[in-house]
C-alpha cells in the first residue's frame, strides 16, 4: 500500500515537473516578435523585433519563470487594414462614397502593447485615425482632384464635341497625392503614439451616391445620344454627298459613252454608204442587188405576220414582189 501511494505521489510529482518544463519554454517564430512581462510590467524583450540590439534578440528557444512571466507575441509581418466606406462631401459639394485600405505593421511592441493591447485594438484605432484623416483630404479638395491620378491628353475631335461643363479638367494633385497626403498626416502619430509603421494608403474606391448617381447617368446618356445624333447626322451628310458625286459622275460617263457610241455608229454608217454608192455605181447587176437588199431591209422593218399591206401594181415597193411571184416578169 505504501509502495502505490509513493509511486502515485511519484507520478504526481512527475507530471508537475513536465507541466512546469513545458510552462518554461517558450518559442519565437521568425515571424513573430516577442516581449515578456512580469505582473504586468514588461522585463524584456523585444526579442526578434525589427531592431536587433544584441545576441539574444534572435528567433529560436527561450526560457521563462513559469506562472510568473507572460509571453506577449505579435506579428513581424506586414499587415492590412481596411476601412468601412464612407459617404464624404467634396470641396465642390458633391457627396461620394469613398472605401480605402492601408498597410501597416508594429515597429515598437512595448508601446503598442500599453497603447492598444492586440491587433483588435489597433485595428479600431486605424479606422478612427485613417477615416477621419480621409474624410479631412477629400473635404478640402475638389471632386477632380480625388477621381484623377494623372493628367489626360485630350484630342482636339473629342474637346469639340463635349460642352463647356463636359470636358476634361485639369488638376494639380490628384487621387495618389491626396493618399499620400493622408499617408504624411497619420503616418508619425502613429508610430510615435502607438508604434505602428503606416506602409501604404490607398484609396481602393471612389462612387457617387445613390442621389446623384442617377442624375449622372442621365446626363451621360443624353450627352452621348447627342453626339451621336452630330455623328449620324454628318454621315447622312457625307452619304448623300457621296450618291451625288457617284450620279453626276455616272451620268458623265454615260453620256460620254452614248457620244462615243454615236461617233462609231456615224462613221460605220458613213462607210457603209459609202460602200454601197461605190457598189451602185459600179454595174447595173449592182444597183439592182442594192435596191433589193434596201426593199428586204424595208420589208423586215415596215411589214409583219399581223400587218396587212395594199399596193397599186406600178409601184415601185410592189415590183420585187411581183418579179418574185410565178409566171412575174
Known sequence: MLKQLSSIIL???????????????????????????????????????????????????????????????????????????????????????????????????????????????????????????ARIVVAANNLVEVIRSRQREVVVEETELLDDESQLKPFEDGRSALAQKVLDNAGPNLKSEFGIELLDFRFKRINYSQEVRSKI?????????????????????????????????????????????????????AKAVAIYAEAFNQSTEAREFYEFLKTMETYENTLSEKDTLILSTGSDFFRFMKNSAPGGN
Open 217 to 269: 447617368f442621365e446626363r451621360m446618356i443624353s450627352e452621348r445620344s447627342r453626339i451621336a445624333n452630330k455623328f449620324r447626322s454628318e454621315g447622312d451628310g457625307e452619304a448623300a454627298k457621296i450618291m451625288g458625286e457617284q450620279k453626276r459622275e455616272l451620268k458623265t460617263i454615260t453620256s460620254e459613252a452614248y457620244l462615243q457610241q454615236q461617233q462609231i455608229k456615224g462613221e460605220a454608217d
Open 11 to 133: 507520478g504526481i510529482v512527475l507530471f508537475i515537473l513536465i507541466i512546469i518544463t513545458f510552462s518554461s519554454v517558450y518559442i519565437v517564430d521568425e515571424t513573430k516578435q516577442v516581449f515578456i512581462t512580469q505582473f504586468g510590467k514588461i522585463v524584456r524583450g523585444p526579442i526578434n523585433g525589427p531592431e536587433k540590439t544584441g545576441e539574444n534578440n534572435e528567433a529560436g528557444l527561450y526560457f521563462r519563470i513559469p506562472f510568473i512571466e507572460k509571453v506577449h507575441k505579435f506579428e513581424k509581418r506586414y499587415l492590412e487594414w481596411d476601412g468601412d466606406p464612407n459617404q464624404v462631401t467634396t470641396k465642390d459639394k458633391l457627396f461620394i462614397f469613398i472605401d480605402t485600405y492601408a498597410r501597416w505593421r508594429i515597429v515598437d511592441a512595448k508601446l503598442f502593447f500599453e497603447k492598444v493591447q492586440d491587433e483588435i485594438g489597433a485595428q479600431g484605432r486605424l479606422d478612427d485615425i485613417l477615416d477621419g484623416e
